[in-house]
């Protein structure tokens, strides 16, 4: 019986891993056609030009795609080291999310706005009177050296709170979807690894 369990939670976390590797060919695929298509564009902070939302849609779709690799093998070796990194790593993807969906909110020109609460925010950042290069009203390199005139004066926590409310619904289903995969895949994987470690005492 407990042979049958394992099998049948085998097949379906290979599945989920399976659709989740397909999710981060995906979440790379929009990554390489961003650096190819907008450049520097994306780039969220003047200081580090490699941070851009780019090359974080890279990186994230290669660690999902490396964790349902690892899945994957877990699932077909049944591999309680590999089930538990699976399960770890997993976890970790929620704070990654985290961190982008708050660079992304908080840098983005789609919402025209600077700072948080001001656009002198940043000038406590960077210690001198300048703004990220995603604050001008019109975007070149360099533009957030320019005068204020130049620069979008809206402060970014209301306008992005305008913004969530006005799309509640859709951010709220992404949100759920989101989680409840990331949830599934934990299940899977720690109903799996049980499994596993159980089929090894019962063979003990």
Same mark, same amino acid.
């Given at each position: 019986?407990?042979?049958?369990?394992?099998?049948?939670?085998?097949?379906?976390?290979?599945?989920?891993?399976?659709?989740?590797?397909?999710?981060?060919?995906?979440?790379?695929?929009?990554?390489?056609?961003?650096?190819?298509?907008?450049?520097?564009?994306?780039?969220?902070?003047?200081?580090?030009?490699?941070?851009?939302?780019?090359?974080?849609?890279?990186?994230?779709?290669?660690?999902?795609?490396?964790?349902?690799?690892?899945?994957?093998?877990?699932?077909?070796?049944?591999?309680?080291?590999?089930?538990?990194?699976?399960?770890?790593?997993?976890?970790?993807?929620?704070?990654?999310?985290?961190?982008?969906?708050?660079?992304?909110?908080?840098?983005?020109?789609?919402?025209?706005?600077?700072?948080?609460?001001?656009?002198?925010?940043?000038?406590?950042?960077?210690?001198?009177?300048?703004?990220?290069?995603?604050?001008?009203?019109?975007?070149?390199?360099?533009?957030?050296?320019?005068?204020?005139?130049?620069?979008?004066?809206?402060?970014? $926590?209301?306008?992005?709170?305008?913004?969530?409310?006005?799309?509640?619904?859709?951010?709220?289903?992404?949100?759920?979807?989101?989680?409840?995969?990331?949830?599934?895949?934990?299940?899977?994987?720690?109903?799996? $690894?049980?499994?596993?470690?159980?089929?090894?005492?019962?063979?003990?």
């Amino acid at each position: 019986m407990a042979r049958a369990c394992l099998q049948a939670v085998k097949y379906l976390m290979f599945a989920f891993n399976l659709l989740f590797w397909l999710g981060g060919c995906g979440v790379l695929g929009v990554g390489i056609w961003l650096a190819a298509t907008q450049g520097s564009f994306a780039t969220l902070s003047s200081s580090f030009p490699s941070l851009s939302a780019a090359n974080l849609l890279i990186i994230t779709g290669a660690f999902v795609m490396a964790i349902g690799f690892l899945g994957c093998l877990g699932a077909i070796k049944e591999n309680k080291c590999l089930l538990l990194a699976f399960f770890l790593l997993l976890l970790l993807v929620f704070l990654l999310e985290a961190t982008i969906a708050i660079l992304f909110f908080a840098y983005t020109d789609k919402f025209r706005c600077c700072g948080v609460s001001n656009y002198t925010d940043w000038f406590e950042v960077y210690n001198a009177t300048r703004v990220p290069d995603s604050c001008c009203l019109e975007f070149s390199e360099s533009c957030g050296l320019h005068a204020p005139g130049t620069w979008w004066k809206a402060p970014c $926590y209301e306008t992005v709170k305008v913004w969530l409310q006005e799309n509640l619904l859709a951010v709220g289903v992404f949100g759920l979807c989101t989680a409840l995969v990331q949830i599934l895949g934990l299940t899977f994987a720690m109903t799996m $690894y049980c499994q596993v470690v159980k089929a090894d005492t019962y063979c003990a």
